[in-house]
């Protein structure tokens, strides 16, 4: 589909420079031959006052016939000027109708793979779902205890898909650009994470230190809420029992700097360059024992940095954990 839209592209953008390059081609041959005609006729027009008729006439031959020659090397030129510009235009038109359409089919094939990955990931909780039901429907002798077995596994999979549910509208509101901006107070927002954080923190014994300096940045609050907690979140989740995880925001240039950084499992090379994509989890470098989730917080978190006109970036070494580093503009 894209093949053909780029060859019609192609095809349109080469007409255009073709049209311009003739019509250019015929109003220079215009001008250039009636200016090689003009300056054929003084010399003709001097021998002929000076000489006279007779004397002038085989001047003027002789002239006319150069100037036949000039116009032919004139069209020649041309010619091969415009079998330039279409060799040349051809490869531009081309390279400017894939450019024009790159980003039409990444989204495209991003669209693609995202609805076949959540398609993939509801399935899962509703046939593991279906097969119990199915399966207990099919005991004539099913006890209350396994009917209360089968529904507390069945509440388990619907926390599933609400928590994916969630997380998909999250990530679909955190791509709009429509983002109300107001003041906000890094320090505050920091706060608020660490309260939300310490709950699961204490579950898995995880001291979380925290060294906050005050910086303010425009943005949307919950947003930045939203962006903090998945970093803690994360580093809780993918942490040994009993270690400790560190945030740190300071003011630094024109940047307000948000770091968090745990001593987990952390991340291979080979998988740091798809850590932001949907639905990926690297769980052959991160421990994924106790660690719950579709994948989708730190394509929520880019998304959040990227409206916020920022960066992230990680640092993470196998068996020593992993360093996450946030990069916002200052108010």
């Not at 060294?211 to 943005?219: F, R």
Request: proline share 4%; charged share 25%.
């Amino acid at each position: 589909m894209f093949r053909s839209a780029a060859a019609k592209l192609t095809a349109g953008y080469l007409a255009i420079i073709m049209a311009l390059s003739i019509g250019c081609s015929f109003a220079l041959y215009r001008v250039s031959s009636n200016q090689l005609a003009s300056s054929a006729q003084r010399p003709v027009d001097l021998y002929n006052a000076v000489f006279g008729p007779s004397s002038a006439g085989d001047i003027n031959n002789l002239r006319q016939r150069q100037l036949e020659k000039d116009r032919s090397r004139l069209k020649v030129n041309l010619l091969l000027f415009n079998i330039a510009v279409l060799a040349f235009g051809a490869s531009v038109s081309y390279i400017l109708a894939r450019r024009t359409l790159a980003p039409i089919e990444d989204s495209l094939e991003m669209q693609k793979r995202f609805t076949g990955d959540a398609s993939h990931e509801l399935r899962t909780p509703l046939t593991a779902m279906q097969t119990e039901i199915e399966v207990a429907l099919r005991s004539p002798d099913l006890t209350k205890k396994e009917a209360i077995d089968l529904l507390k596994s069945n509440l388990e999979e619907v926390g599933k898909l609400k928590s994916l549910s969630e997380g998909l509208l999250t990530l679909a509101t955190t791509s709009s650009r429509d983002t109300r901006r107001q003041q906000v107070s890094i320090k505050d927002v920091a706060s608020l994470a660490l309260e939300q954080a310490a709950k699961p923190a204490v579950a898995r014994k995880i001291t979380i230190k925290s060294i906050v300096k005050e910086a303010h940045v425009l943005g949307n609050p919950q947003q930045l809420l939203n962006l903090l907690s998945i970093l803690l979140d994360n580093a809780i989740k993918y942490s040994q029992p009993g270690s400790k995880i560190t945030i740190e925001t300071k003011p630094q240039d024109k940047y307000a700097v948000i770091s968090v950084t745990d001593r987990g499992q952390g991340i291979a090379a080979a998988d740091l360059p798809h850590i932001y994509d949907r639905f990926y989890r690297a769980d052959t470098s991160r421990s994924s024992k106790n660690a719950q989730g579709y994948g989708l917080g730190l394509a929520i978190a880019k998304n959040i940095v990227d409206l916020h006109k920022g960066a992230i970036e990680v640092k993470s070494k196998p068996g020593r954990g992993s360093t996450f580093t946030v990069r916002l503009p200052l108010a």
